[in-house]
Antibody, heavy 119, light 107 residues
Framework: QVQLQESGPGLVKPSGTLSLTCAVS?????????WTWVRQPPGKGLEWIGE???????NYKPSLKSRVTISVDKSKNQFSLELSSVTAADTAVYYC????????????WGQGTMVTVSS | DIQLTQSPSFLSASVGDRVTISCRAS??????LAWYQQKPGKAPKLLIY???TLQSGVPSRFSGSGSGTEFTLTISSLQPEDFATYYC?????????FGQGTKLEIK
């Protein structure tokens, strides 16, 4: 069965770029799904960041769009998140998830990775 | 963005109780609604999609209903493992917003 695993630095300096990768195992990132990123600040709720399709089409949350890039690497069977010009407000647990489209929900999630923005 | 408002934000209940959590959308979303359960330190888990379809492997004591702007998640008989935070999410339009969450605690 498909599993997702996030990886990346746990500490990023203010004004720097947050970079995370989500490795897909038990399935292919080229399959007909949307691969998404969701974050959760400490003690707060969930926030959708954006998504990428198997063909490379992307959609981003408008308030983050100027700072976000989501990409896919089919050769490594993974997809990635970059968030630039980070501030303390970007401190959160970052999750990757699979979305099969329509009204199906996000059915598979990674375990999440905590990223702290601090000098 | 479509706003989702859950009520209540906190709920105290006992094992065996029947509980209902509501989710109201700021505009109609047909049946494009999912429910998740999240336990501390864990990723959310999909319980219900398409407003009322039970995700594979989820116990039948969980059920969802509603369409348009009003939705409910019902747990028919609370079990100890059900104490968690529950979120609704709309998938009708970007940015796939989540409700603020309902924390279900043991009375």
């Amino acid at each position: 069965q498909v599993q997702l695993q996030e990886s990346g630095p746990g500490l990023v300096k203010p004004s720097g770029t947050l970079s995370l990768t989500c490795a897909v195992s038990g399935g292919s990132v080229s399959s007909d799904n949307w691969w998404t990123w969701v974050r959760q600040p400490p003690g707060k709720g969930l926030e959708w960041i954006g998504e990428i399709s198997h063909s490379g089409s992307t959609n981003y949350k408008p308030s983050l769009k100027s700072r976000v890039t989501i990409s896919v690497d089919k050769s490594k069977n993974q997809f990635s998140l970059e968030l630039s010009s980070v501030t303390a407000a970007d401190t959160a647990v970052y999750y990757c998830a699979r979305f099969t489209g329509g009204n199906n929900g996000f059915d598979i999630w990674g375990q999440g990775t905590m990223v702290t923005v601090s000098s | 963005d479509i706003q989702l408002t859950q009520s209540p934000s906190f709920l105290s209940a006992s094992v065996g109780d029947r509980v209902t959590i509501s989710c109201r959308a700021s505009q109609g979303i047909d049946s494009y609604l999912a429910w998740y359960q999240q336990k501390p330190g864990k990723a959310p888990k999909l319980l219900i999609y398409a407003a009322s379809t039970l995700q594979s492997g989820v116990p039948s004591r969980f059920s969802g209903s509603g369409s348009g702007t009003e939705f409910t998640l019902t747990i028919s008989s609370l079990q100890p493992e059900d104490f968690a935070t529950y979120y609704c999410q709309q998938l009708n339009s970007y940015s796939y917003t989540f409700g603020q969450g309902t924390k279900l605690e043991i009375k």
